[in-house]
């Protein structure tokens, strides 16, 4: 029997679909197959496969614009309640500006563009989105760009206009046993999620500096309890930075996706702490989609 205490939340945590509509297929066949009861999806940017050029032309833009929209309809008939982000593959045209008040989010069968926004799942639980990317490096040097900000300077100026009044204890609209989601696109600097070592002596590193610096300050520990990203497709996985989960499931174009499950009042399984009223992480699952 589940109470108010026990309750459990199912998430699917997909990332980077970068149009692969057979993916997007056989993702819906993988669900149909077991029958898994989701009640929230996750869409941590990358929809399309659009060029970090801001200036394309129109009729391109109108064409990304276009497949990011048939990509998250597609994706909406079998997956519900589904909560994105744009990433650095999607059009400025999907950055609203930020929200100075709580959307409480309503079901309706539409998916909802969380970039900027705090979003209240329970009375108790919070999402916080914010999407685009840093700069890449490997070997020293620049080797991805980002978008559609230009340097991580610019990306931690105005994400920590959203993301700063989490850390801080006299923030008014959370209250000290609230719990938030901090969905990003990149990854915080630092985590394995957020490193592809698939050239080993020569890894690309795709993590934020300020996001790491916010995940540590003990503010944030008090209240963040998850961080789901994507950006770097390879890497999928967990990693714990104090009492905070970071998660990154892989990119559903190589065919990676994970499951999570969400429960109020339970142990930690990773750090065997008791949140006792606030919400954890107690399973994970990460798949990878098999073709013939």
């Given at each position: ?174 209250r000290p046993n609230d719990s938030v989601i901090v969905m990003v696109h990149n990854g915080p600097e630092g ?102």
């Amino acid at each position: 029997m589940t109470t108010r205490e026990n309750e459990e939340i199912a998430i699917l945590h997909i990332s980077d679909v970068h149009t692969a509509y057979k993916h997007i297929q056989g993702l819906k066949e993988w669900l149909s197959n077991i029958q898994t009861k989701i009640d929230i999806t996750l869409l941590s940017g990358d929809i399309t496969q659009m060029p970090m050029d801001h200036s394309l032309p129109k009729e391109e833009v109108e064409k990304f614009t276009q497949d990011f929209r048939v990509v998250l309809d597609t994706i909406a008939v079998f997956c519900p309640n589904v909560l994105y982000i744009p990433g650095n593959h999607d059009h400025t045209e999907f950055y609203p500006e930020m929200e100075d008040k709580v959307t409480v989010f309503k079901p309706n069968g539409v998916p909802m563009n969380i970039h900027n926004k705090i979003v209240k799942l329970r009375s108790d639980l919070y999402i916080v989105g914010y999407g685009g990317s840093i700069p890449v490096y490997k070997d020293g040097e620049q080797f991805w760009l980002s978008y559609p900000l230009l340097t991580e300077e610019e990306f931690t100026k105005e994400a920590s206009l959203l993301l700063d009044p989490i850390s801080n204890p006299e923030n008014t609209i959370l209250r000290p046993n609230d719990s938030v989601i901090v969905m990003v696109h990149n990854g915080p600097e630092g985590s394995s999620t957020a490193v592809d070592t698939s050239t080993p002596y020569s890894p690309t590193y795709s993590g934020s500096t300020y996001l790491k610096e916010f995940l540590c300050r003990s503010e944030t520990q008090k209240r963040v309890f998850l961080m789901p990203h994507g950006h770097t497709h390879l890497c999928s996985g967990k990693v714990q930075i104090g009492g905070i989960t970071v998660s990154n499931p892989g990119a559903l174009k190589e065919g990676r996706f994970a499951l999570y499950t969400l429960q109020r009042g339970c142990v930690h399984p990773d750090i065997r702490k008791t949140f006792k009223g606030q919400w954890a992480v107690t399973s994970y699952a990460y798949h990878m989609l098999k073709f013939d």
